[in-house]
Structures are given as structure tokens and as C-alpha cells.
């Protein structure tokens, strides 16, 4: 099936929306990195229920493809005042080595329903911040998982770094080790931002960094960035995206900033009067977009850039894009084991979800008992959504016909409800729609998400929950 490339990016950096426009869309949604998301997860799927689609993922043999693994390492120095990850911020390093004490006992649980040297095509160790163990320690954890898995040759293996935490040895450690991948956290390269935010690193410190890790041979460099923050601006946000033009890493992710200090506790320590407004963050999406576009990049949608020769941008080309709880990537929908505490998993038709809290995800291991304390077991419904979710975010178009087929439905009467809800969108030129598909337009693509939460049959009853979608 060919499907259209994503919408070019504006020439400019003017606002591409109206603000009338940002006014009547831009409002709390999904990121859609699963659907059904994570909010509606329930108690009545743990542990059992998990060890069943792993026991039905050994019963499939060598039918099953490979597995991608996830392990969070909560663990970070000090306090980012932006962030909503699930982290503990300690300095005592030996809670890492309990950590991986802990993670062995989750591993041996997993290996016991899975089977082990299970195939395993794609490795990310996640955060808090993985760099907090040292090198000892990654090297512990790696042969642990290289005990207990095949990992295939040439697969991805991805770590992300905080810059503040690694030397140019560090990271020639890591890629002894296998890594191939990195992820650096950036955020903002403005001293004032960053101050307003708990996270001090010199711009010197990160492209030293770069440097290293292009000597190195790493495969793929993301720098992660955010807009939204506390004291930026325009003039501000354009000194950063100069800086990032000069550094030039393969891949971007330039996440916007959630506000939401009712439910993420560190965020009440930001001046909300220092955040800049609705029109601004616009503004500044506008400018990254043109900007990082002029500058050669591929804008592979919502909030990712890669450049052309990345594989990120070929899957785009060629309409291979998937979408994961890491975001945009290449490799086709697969299970996904997530290990360590609040880890999201996918096996099968059902997500699963670990403990939040070390002291419960201890406990449960302790008990030899898989920390699994909450998931979902998508029904139909659920999967031919996610099916159309999924093509809006990472293909921009669904065929009716194609989608229907493979579902056994009637398309346009099955969604009825939801072909009257596009009307707005559609009048606005954000999606084009004919007898046969759904097209998400240049200008829907800065609104993608709510095209999708159209289809959404959870999300309509609570948005409050999600970020907004500029």
C-alpha cells in the first residue's frame, strides 16, 4: 500500500495557525504512543492475566517475531523542575546495585513464561536517567539480559543520556558494551532557561559529547529538546535552534511542555507567570519546524525530525513508520517486555503495566510474584481503533476500504459518529476527506493528535488528564 509522505513544513517561520483556530483545537489529548492509553489500564489485568500472553507468545514459537525489551532505570542526581517521568532523584549509588539485584528476580520471572534466548530485535534503557549506574553496573545489567535473550546482530540497542553524567570514556564504555544508539537530553541550551528549569549543562559540555559519540561510530544521535519552557522566548528559542543546527545531531524530538503541576509535583517549583503564552509556543513550533526543514531535515511528524539518510526518515518515505511508548520508529508493531518499575509492556492483543513505586515493585518480587499490577486486554473495538489511530499518526491517511477488509466491518457506517465529528476539521481545512480515505493535510499535521482523538471512544469523557496539543 503507498502511502503519502508527510505534509511539508511551512517556509517560515510565521505561526501556521490562526489563533482562532489554536483556540478551537488545541486542547488536552493523547500522545497515542498506544492505544487504548495508559489511563485506561484497570487492576483486573496483572499478574496472571500477563504471564498468559507471555505463555501464548512461547506457544507461538519460531512464528513470533522478535521482541523489543525496555528497561527503566529510575534513578537520577537532581531535580528537572519540567519533568513528568516516573524517577527517583537520590545521590546514594547503591540503590542502583539493589535495583539490579531486583531486576535479575524480574528478568528470571519473565524468562520462566516467555522461555529462554527469546529473540530480541531492539534494546532501549530508559528513565529517570540510565546513566546513573556506572559502567560496572551497565555491564552487569547487559550480561544479564544477554543471558536471558538472543539478541539478533545489527539490532538497535539504545540508551538515553543525561549529558551531565557521561565524559567522552563514558560513552566509549557504552559502546563497548553494544550500544548503538544514543539519546542525549538537551532541552534548551539558554543558561536562563535552564536555571529556570534545574538542569545546568554548557552548550561546550554537550557538543564535546557529540564529537565523542560521532568518533565513536553510534549509529544514530537524538538530542532531545522542549518548548514551553519557563523564560523562553522567541529570540531565546532561535539562539537555541541555531545552536542545534550546529551541532546537527541525526535525529530531533522537540516535545512541548506540559504544564501540569496538579499532578507532576516538581513542576509547582516553576514561576507559571514565566511560561510563555499559546501564541508563542506556536510561534516557536513554527520556527523549529521551518528552520530545522531549511536546514536539511526530514519532519517526520508531531514532534520528530531525522535526517534524510536516518532510518527514521527512510521508514517515512517508504510508509513504514510505527509509533511506540518511545515515540516514532521503524520497527513493524511487535511485542514489546518492559523491565524495571512503572515499565509499560505490549505482548499480544494486551498491554501490561509494573509497579509505580520501588517499595510495591520490591515487595512483588520479593513475594516471586511478576510485578504486573495493572494492564488491558484490547477487545475488537480497541484494535481496529488503534489500527486507524495508528495510520493517522504515523502514515497520514486511512483507507477505508483497506482498514475495513481486515476488520470485517463496513468503514463509513462503523464510524458513522465519527465522520460527523470531522466536519469541523474538515471545514477547516485540517483533513481532506473522500469516498475511500482519511488525508491529514500540511496544516492538520501541526493538529494530528486531534484528528486522531476523533476515533478515540475513551478519550472523548476525559481530556483533563493529557497534555495539550500545541
Not at 517561520?13 to 483556530?21: C, D, R, T, Y
Not at 526530514?298 to 539518510?309: E, K, N, R, S, W
Request: glycine share 8%; hydrophobic share 45%.
Amino acid at each position: 500500500m503507498n502511502y503519502p509522505a508527510f505534509a511539508p513544513a511551512p517556509a517560515s517561520g510565521q505561526a501556521v495557525l490562526p489563533l482562532e483556530l489554536l483556540r478551537e483545537f488545541d486542547v488536552p489529548g493523547p500522545r497515542y504512543t498506544s492505544y487504548p492509553t495508559a489511563d485506561r489500564f484497570i487492576e483486573a489485568f496483572g499478574a496472571d492475566e500477563y504471564a498468559r500472553a507471555l505463555s501464548g507468545r512461547r506457544e507461538a514459537g519460531a512464528g513470533a517475531p522478535p521482541l523489543s525489551l525496555y528497561v527503566h532505570i529510575p534513578f537520577c542526581e537532581s531535580l528537572c523542575y519540567y519533568c513528568a517521568c516516573n524517577k527517583i532523584v537520590t545521590r546514594h549509588r547503591e540503590r542502583g546495585r539493589q535495583y539490579l539485584a531486583y531486576l535479575a528476580r524480574e528478568v528470571e520471572l519473565q524468562v520462566a513464561q516467555l522461555g529462554r534466548s527469546a529473540t530480541v530485535a531492539q534494546l532501549h534503557l530508559g528513565g529517570g536517567s540510565p546513566t546513573f549506574l556506572d559502567d560496572a553496573e551497565l555491564g552487569e545489567l547487559m550480561a544479564l539480559l544477554h543471558r536471558s535473550f538472543a539478541f539478533v546482530p545489527g539490532g538497535e540497542r539504545s540508551i538515553e543520556v543525561d549529558p551531565r553524567t557521561v565524559d567522552a570514556q563514558r560513552l566509549a564504555n557504552l559502546a563497548a558494551l553494544g550500544f548503538n544508539r544514543l539519546s542525549f537530553g538537551v532541552q534548551d541550551f539558554d543558561p536562563e532557561v535552564q536555571q529556570a528549569v534545574h538542569r545546568i549543562q554548557p552548550a561546550s559540555q554537550v557538543f564535546a559529547l557529540m564529537d565523542a559519540a560521532r568518533a565513536l561510530g553510534f549509529e544514530s544521535i537524538n538530542v532531545d529538546l522542549i518548548y514551553g519552557l519557563p523564560r523562553q522566548n522567541d529570540a531565546s528559542f532561535e539562539r537555541t535552534l541555531a545552536q542545534l543546527r550546529d551541532l546537527r545531531p541525526d535525529r530531533i524530538a522537540l516535545y512541548a511542555y506540559a504544564h501540569m503541576p496538579e499532578r507532576f509535583k516538581p513542576q509547582r517549583r516553576i514561576a507559571a507567570d514565566e511560561l510563555p503564552d499559546a501564541a508563542t509556543r506556536v510561534r516557536m513550533l513554527a520556527a523549529a519546524i521551518a528552520q530545522l526543514t531549511e536546514a536539511g531535515y526530514v519532519y517526520i511528524g508531531m514532534d520528530h525530525f531525522a535526517l534524510p539518510g536516518d532510518p527514521l526518515a527512510i521508514a517515512k518515505k517508504e510508509g513504514r513508520l510505527h509509533r511506540d511508548f518511545q515515540g516514532y520508529g521503524v520497527r513493524p508493531e511487535g511485542d514489546l517486555v518492559a523491565l524495571g518499575v512503572s515499565g509499560i509492556g505490549r505482548v499480544g492483543a494486551t498491554y501490561s503495566q509494573n509497579a509505580k513505586t520501588l517499595d510495591d515493585y520490591y515487595d512483588l518480587l520479593d513475594q516471586g510474584h511478576l510485578p504486573v499490577v495493572r494492564g488491558l486486554a484490547l477487545s475488537r473495538d480497541d484494535l481496529l481503533r488503534r489500527a486507524v489511530i495508528m495510520a493517522l499518526m504515523c502514515r497520514g491517511r486511512v483507507d477505508f476500504n483497506a482498514v475495513g477488509e481486515a476488520y470485517a466491518v463496513d468503514f463509513r457506517r462503523y464510524f458513522a459518529t465519527e465522520f460527523a465529528a470531522l466536519g469541523p476539521q474538515v471545514v477547516q481545512g485540517l483533513v481532506r476527506l473522500s469516498d475511500h480515505d482519511l488525508v491529514v493535510t500540511e496544516r492538520g499535521w501541526f493538529l494530528v493528535r486531534a484528528v486522531a482523538m476523533i476515533f478515540d471512544r475513551y478519550c472523548r469523557a476525559n481530556r483533563a488528564r493529557f497534555s495539550r496539543v500545541v
